[in-house]
């Protein structure tokens, strides 16, 4: 069962504009956490942030925010004011506390910021 | 402080023939993970060593694929021989506690 769902291949965002990008998840361990992650064309996988499953606040890092709804069990990340360095690939991936740091990831989403 | 570093970036071999690819990660990381994303498809799981222990090997697609981690510092994933299925890109990540994980840049194994 897919435990990382991303429905967004691809989004399109206008420089300086807000975007978000859905991931859902699926697990029945109690304690979990749920990471975003950006790969640019270079290829490398670089963290943006965490959320842990007790965590009662949203979680934040600079431009990048969390919005968390356990009940809906959506992790969705929102990007502030888009720079043209943000056009990447997104992926979302879940640490499900039983497995010892593996993630499952997501397909990812294709971020483009055009001018 | 260095990050995760894996070699080579690149790899182009031919079916059948043997490649090692090569993680080292940051200094004082225990938990070390092999990752690999096949062309289109989602980054799955295939080990995860703690030290020099294999803690998780269930990702490893078959006995093609050999992953060591000696002394519990860097560690090599071999694939003998090759297969064209084989091409991706492999990701190593380490952590110090099962947490935040970085990772490394990848090597794009390309089997023709």
């Known amino acids: 069962a897919q435990k990382i769902t991303q429905t967004q291949p691809g989004m399109f965002v206008q420089e300086k504009e807000a975007v978000t990008l859905d991931c859902t998840y699926d697990?029945?361990?109690?304690?979990?956490?749920l990471f975003w992650y950006k790969q640019p064309s270079s290829g490398e996988m670089i963290f943006l942030i965490y959320?842990?499953?007790?965590?009662?606040q949203n979680a934040t890092e600079g431009r990048y925010s969390l919005n968390f709804q356990k009940a809906r069990k959506s992790a969705n990340l929102v990007i502030s004011a888009s720079q043209l360095g943000d056009s990447a690939m997104y992926f979302c991936?879940?640490?499900?506390?039983?497995?010892?740091?593996?993630?499952?990831f997501g397909r990812g989403t294709q971020l483009t910021v055009w001018p | 402080e260095a990050g995760v570093t894996q070699f080579p970036s690149h790899s182009v071999i031919e079916k059948g023939q043997t490649v090692t690819l090569r993680c080292d990660p940051i200094?004082?990381?225990?938990?070390l993970y092999w990752y690999r994303r096949v062309m289109g498809k989602e980054i799955k799981f295939l080990l995860h060593?703690?030290?020099?222990?294999?803690?998780?090997e269930s990702g490893m697609p078959n006995n093609r694929f050999l992953a060591e981690r000696t002394g519990g510092t860097y560690s090599t994933l071999k694939v003998q021989p090759a297969e064209l299925e084989d091409s991706g890109v492999y990701f190593c990540?380490?952590?110090?506690?099962?947490?935040?994980?970085?990772f490394g840049q990848g090597t794009r194994l390309t089997v023709v």
């Open positions: 990540a380490s952590s110090r506690y099962s947490g935040e994980a970085f």
């Open positions: 697990t029945s361990d109690p304690s979990y956490g």
């Open positions: 959320q842990g499953s007790y965590d009662q």
């Open positions: 991936a879940i640490d499900r506390g039983s497995t010892l740091g593996r993630l499952y």
């Open positions: 200094s004082g990381h225990d938990n």
């Open positions: 060593f703690v030290k020099e222990s294999k803690q998780d």
